[in-house]
């Protein structure tokens, strides 16, 4: 029955008398009088027969009074619970899509193969996004109360919840930060026997809702744990001028978790009034900042002062346009208020609004509401100011009307951008994942593109090399013949015996022989060692072009070119020119050495131990590489028995006479076709191996692949279950 006598509302309205009076009527003092009319729970049963008694009413008509308690606001019921089922909706959906993901990855460890395949692993990231992202733009708008102290901030949203929470009183009162939060908002950690927590925090960042758990969870700035209380020992100036004289850097913040209607669908921050010192001023615009909305409050007999003219441009300037979509009105997320409306009358409030919106623009720019759109103006900006009183629910009527009603805007609008992110983001997700899912079946379907891209690589760098072995063929016997040509005229021939001093006999006759066949021998080596080196050079280069190549697909084409190509020339026994690139191993030995310690095959994880298997291979071949070509042509030539004066020149004529028959010359060439036809061979069969080793590295790719399609396919599938629900309930 207490709470239901309103003491102050039936002294001022209905008795019309002032505090003084009243308490002499009372025979008590004014003190005793305020305690009595701010909080109910002072007045028993023998003050109520008093006032009875004194009043001439009886006690009956003394509780009727109870009707003329305003009833706390209340938004639409219809939004707060679509907000409360599109969030309920979002968790649900978070939830079994942690637990489905949960499964899945489950399901893939007990299969025992990691999620490899770098698309899946970052889509499997991005679906935990969706959840959070969502629940997000639920959150419940704050709607911050800024204004000069005395303003009637807390008065104000007390009468909006229909309690008297917050402290109120004709001296700079709050000097927190309060948040009002409904009681199911509270965090499982607070005790469900208390409802208030006090933080105290030196942090620049501010403290809320989304941290509270895990700040008590710490401990480490948590003040007071308790009950409504709290609010009046801690959030009170008092309070904060002790804590100021060891620390003024520190911010008070109150947690409030009551059961009040309006509170499903918003919270409130009460703040210290403004321009009272520069510590409060910086705490309410802390507040500002964070909050969807703001109301700014100014007592109406002094309102929109000067002083309050810097805030507001401060919080028009960063007031969000984001509910301005659809060509709704501006600056739809705040709102002006002139408190004491009954100290002046009606007719003056329009003209104060006026006069304050004249004020306010007098200080501004002539282009201030244009910059931020067409459709502001000040007329849209005069629109956002009410008058409201605490004593008067009829005078409050119009803001009450707008403030309902733009908070249900705000919250409809939250609730679409939810819906519309939700549904975006899921179908992007199952866009994404059918892509993936094609592009890893056409890899393993349809290598054919892949591996016609590939082959011709494949026959590109075989081409390549044959080209080159086959320029250099061509050059070697040009060159040999240009050389073997010099050496066999008889010219030549004449004027090497004269100048070696050989004599006319059958042994310096074969010494001339087996001269001229170690002459050309060196020529020939000159020429294969010449050319086979540049062959061994550019073919190093198109290993390193081609490895390259292949490293963006893990395949290590050096290491398997160098394999191949020395399996192919021991199990042939013959080197051609890969004599060279085996014998020097120049480049490559450094790059088999980098191999081993940079372990790049291990880090690749499919092909470890090839490199010793290469180095192996190389070893295998033994001894110092030659090249060797055994040919003993000279062995069938038959030294004649020539007399006399010019024998030297008669013995050269006929030894090119009889080089000519037994085609030394083409022999010769025929040896370095074979050397070069045998480069060709081993560079054809090598690269037939790696292409082999790449078809199989394919293959166990796509295995790979394979065993990712499935794992991808469910998470679409389970993205795409998400979808039907959402589509179903929801939207
Ligand atoms: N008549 C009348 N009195 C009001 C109204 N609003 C507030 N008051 C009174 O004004 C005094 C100050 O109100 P508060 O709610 O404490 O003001 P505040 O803005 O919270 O002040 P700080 O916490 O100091 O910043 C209190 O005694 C209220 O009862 C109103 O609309 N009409
Ligand atoms: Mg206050």
Redesign the pocket.
């Known amino acids: 029955m207490n709470g239901e006598f309103d003491l102050n509302y039936f002294r001022e309205k209905i008795l019309k008398m002032n505090k003084q009076d009243f308490a002499d009527l009372m025979e008590i003092d004014v003190i005793t009088l305020e305690m009595w009319e701010g909080d109910p729970d002072n007045l028993t049963m023998r003050i109520y027969k008093e006032i009875a008694e004194k009043t001439d009413y009886t006690l009956e008509q003394l509780f009727n009074f109870k009707e003329h308690v305003p009833l706390p606001w209340k938004l639409d019921n219809k939004i707060t619970e679509k907000r409360e089922k599109v969030l309920k909706k979002v968790l649900e959906n978070e939830q079994s899509f942690e637990e489905a993901l949960l499964e899945i990855e489950q399901k893939e460890l007990e299969e025992g193969f990691e999620i490899n395949v770098a698309e899946v692993k970052g889509y499997f990231e991005e679906l935990k996004k969706i959840g959070p992202l969502c629940s997000n733009r639920l959150r419940k708008p704050l709607v911050a109360f800024i204004?000069a102290?005395?303003?009637?901030?807390?008065?104000?949203i007390n009468v909006i919840l229909g309690t008297d929470l917050l402290p109120?009183?004709?001296?700079?009162?709050?000097a927190a930060i309060n948040y009002v939060y409904h009681e199911l908002d509270k965090p499982e950690n607070i005790g469900d026997e208390n409802n208030t927590v006090v933080v105290r925090t030196n942090h620049e960042q501010l403290v809320d809702i989304s941290n509270l758990e895990n700040i008590i969870e710490t401990g480490e700035h948590v003040i007071a744990i308790g009950r409504t209380n709290l609010i009046r020992e801690y959030g009170l100036n008092k309070y904060n001028e002790e804590i100021n004289e060891e620390n003024n850097q520190g911010l008070t913040y109150i947690f409030t978790f009551i059961d009040a209607p309006i509170l499903t669908g918003l919270a409130f921050i009460?703040t210290?009034?403004i321009s009272?010192n520069e510590k409060d001023n910086q705490t309410a615009l802390k507040a500002y900042q964070y909050a969807d909305v703001t109301i700014y409050?100014s007592q109406m007999s002094s309102f929109l002062r000067e002083e309050d003219m810097i805030f507001i441009k401060q919080i028009i300037d960063s007031s969000s346009r984001e509910f301005d979509q659809d060509g709704r009105v501006p600056f739809n997320n705040l709102l002006f208020v002139g408190?004491?409306?009954?100290s002046v009358g009606n007719s003056d409030i329009s003209e104060i609004f006026n006069r304050a919106v004249a004020r306010f623009l007098n200080v501004q720019t002539s282009t201030y509401f244009a910059k931020f759109g067409p459709t502001y103006n000040q007329e849209t900006f005069r629109k956002r100011f009410y008058a409201?009183?605490?004593?008067d629910p009829r005078l409050s009527q119009p803001f009450k009307q707008a403030f309902i009603a733009m908070m249900e805007n705000i919250l409809s609008v939250k609730i679409r951008q939810s819906r519309l992110v939700q549904k975006k983001a899921i179908e992007e997700m199952i866009k994404t994942g059918k892509k993936i899912e094609e592009h890893l079946t056409a890899r393993i379907n349809f290598p054919a593109t892949k591996e016609s891209l590939k082959k011709y690589k494949f026959q590109q760098i075989e081409e390549e090399l044959l080209r080159l072995s086959n320029t250099k063929k061509e050059v070697s016997i040009r060159d040999f013949h240009n050389a073997y040509a010099k050496i066999f005229t008889i010219n030549s021939i004449e004027g090497l015996i004269k100048k070696k001093e050989f004599k006319n006999n059958q042994e310096d006759k074969k010494k001339i022989l087996l001269l001229l066949q170690n002459m050309v021998d060196e020529k020939l080596q000159a020429i294969l060692k010449e050319n086979s080196d540049d062959f061994s050079s550019k073919m190093d280069g198109s290993i390193k072009k081609f490895n390259d190549f292949f490293n963006s697909e893990n395949f290590d084409f050096t290491n398997f070119f160098i394999k191949s190509s020395t399996d192919v020339a021991t199990s042939l026994g013959i080197y051609g020119a890969f004599s060279i690139l085996f014998g020097s191993l120049g480049n490559l030995g450094g790059y088999l050495l980098f191999m081993q310690t940079a372990g790049f095959l291990s880090s690749v994880g499919l092909y470890g131990g090839t490199v010793s298997g290469t180095a192996t291979a190389i070893s295998a071949i033994g001894g110092p590489l030659t090249l060797g070509l055994a040919l003993i042509i000279f062995s069938g030539l038959v030294v004649f028995n020539i007399f006399g004066d010019g024998w030297m020149r008669k013995y050269a004529k006929q030894l090119v006479k009889q080089f000519e028959k037994l085609g030394v010359e083409q022999k010769y060439s025929m040896e370095i076709i074979r050397y070069w036809d045998d480069t060709a061979k081993i560079t054809a069969e090598a690269i037939k191996k790696v292409e082999e080793e790449y078809a199989q590295h394919q293959k166990e790719t796509a295995q790979i692949i394979q065993a990712e399609i499935p794992f991808l396919r469910d998470l679409v599938q389970l993205v795409e279950s998400v979808k039907v629900a959402e589509d179903e309930k929801i939207l």
């Open positions: 204004g102290s005395d303003a009637g901030k807390s008065s104000l109120m009183a004709f001296q700079p009162m709050t009460d210290p009034g009272a409050l408190s004491h409306a009954d409201s009183d605490i004593k």
